[in-house]
Nanobody, 124 residues
Framework: QVHLVQSGGGLVQPGGSLRLSCAAS????????IGWFRQAPGKEREAVLC????????YYTDSVKGRFTISRDNVENMVYLQMNSLKPEDTAVYYC?????????????????WGQGTQVTVSS
């Protein structure tokens, strides 16, 4: 069973930075990719970034390239989403999720295990 626990998030001014964390067991990180998704009010859930168990990363949306990065800490058993140069349009509930695969799959429906979600609000 894949159990993901998120932390981080909150309110930040435009141009600021936040780091989200997703805790998982070592076996999960060794065997599954971890993706980050977000859902803004009134919009569908959007895939943002993913890191495969091999360490390779996949960007799902061009809007975060150059601003967001994903990383994994195999000592702390964490996956991080570092968000820089935040914009009001980044405001959303952010989720980490794992597919039943070591690779970063393309469809949101392929991700079967989800964290609890955390609110990120970018506003002055």
């Amino acid at each position: 069973q894949v159990h993901l626990v998120q932390s981080g998030g909150g309110l930040v001014q435009p141009g600021g930075s936040l780091r989200l964390s997703c805790a998982a067991s070592r076996s999960v990180l060794d065997n599954y990719a971890i993706g980050w998704f977000r859902q803004a009010p009134g919009k569908e859930r959007e895939a943002v970034l993913c890191i495969a168990s091999s360490g390779g990363t996949t960007y799902y949306t061009d809007s975060v390239k150059g601003r967001f990065t994903i990383s994994r800490d195999n000592v702390e058993n964490m996956v991080y989403l570092q968000m820089n140069s935040l914009k009001p349009e980044d405001t959303a509930v952010y989720y980490c999720a794992a597919p039943g695969d070591s690779r970063c799959l393309q469809r949101t429906d392929d991700f079967s295990s989800w964290g609890q979600g955390t609110q990120v609000t970018v506003s002055s």
